[in-house]
């Protein structure tokens, strides 16, 4: 059963549901502004900062888009199996409501499979957005697939996402999704920003070219998943506070692994940059 009505405290005091709620959101709070204030910002700033004093080289696009190829390619499964569980977790407690939770993850499934106006047809996936703009870019399979393109902490990324939505412990799996949402919604606008400063270069018609769906579309939809991320951890913060510690780990270690992976990207292009 979920939690309803006042509470009893071990001292015996009784405590409101909205009381609850506040302690709740107080510890979501110290999960975020612990992403926020991560190095890894910092990391993601310089990128952004990289791609905007010029076009990147082919081979420089190859290594970009293969790295976080290696990350991305994990991340749609990864949400639909965190759904899959707290759906299953939350129906031995209270079985009417586990989907209506779990639907705060798998919303953000609907974006990644392009189904958000499945009443009329199936829109492209993320995935199949990122094909279209790397074969427009001029990057074959067998660029993102090159080993030489994909730096190490890329693939790093991709093995953790994977792990970590099916952690044994759900509030780590809760903690690395809210990272991977909060953290999408500002490395997109970098993103967009870059290729759209250097349009002609990279073969763009203009700045509103269809083909930076794959980035733009991100932007859009982002902060309504950091949202539902937000909303579905207070919940099981209500359930189970003991989750607490466990969800800050989680975002704490997608927080390294996407700041090893950005260092390496600077390096990289940095590096590049000034040959
Ligand atoms: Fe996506
Ligand atoms: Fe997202």
Redesign the pocket.
């Known amino acids: 059963m979920g939690i309803q009505g006042p509470m009893k405290t071990r001292s015996g005091e009784r405590v409101t549901q909205s009381e609850i709620h506040k302690v709740c959101e107080a510890g979501y709070n110290e999960v975020a502004s612990a992403i926020l204030r991560h190095a890894a910002l910092k990391e993601l700033e310089q990128f952004g900062e990289i791609i905007s004093v010029r076009p990147l080289s082919h081979e420089d696009k190859a290594v970009f888009f293969g790295t976080i190829w290696a990350f991305f390619k994990d991340?749609p499964a990864g949400i639909v199996a965190l759904a899959a569980r707290v759906t299953d977790e939350w129906i031995r407690e209270d079985m009417w409501n586990g989907t209506a939770k779990a639907a705060h993850i798998l919303y953000?499934s609907v974006?990644?499979y392009g189904l958000h106006q499945h009443s009329q047809h199936m829109l492209p996936t993320h995935h199949q957005m990122f094909k279209q703009l790397t074969t427009h870019l001029g990057l074959s399979d067998a660029d993102l697939f090159n080993t030489h393109n994909i730096l190490p902490e890329g693939t790093a990324m991709g093995n953790n996402t994977h792990r970590m939505y099916r952690s044994e412990f759900l509030g780590e799996a809760l903690g690395f999704h809210l990272a991977?949402?909060m953290t999408?919604?500002r490395e997109f606008q970098y993103f967009l920003k870059g290729f759209q400063k250097y349009a002609s270069e990279y073969g763009l018609a203009d700045e509103d070219d269809p083909v930076l769906a794959f980035f733009a579309i991100?932007c859009e939809?982002?902060p309504m998943?950091v949202a539902t991320g937000r909303e579905v951890m207070i919940s099981y913060l209500e359930k189970n506070p003991n989750i607490a510690p466990q969800a800050m780990r989680g975002a704490m270690a997608f927080m390294d692994g996407f700041e090893q992976m950005f260092a390496a990207l600077n390096r990289h292009l940095g590096s590049s940059q000034s040959i």
């Open positions: 991340v953000a974006d990644e991977s949402e999408s919604s991100h939809v982002e998943h």
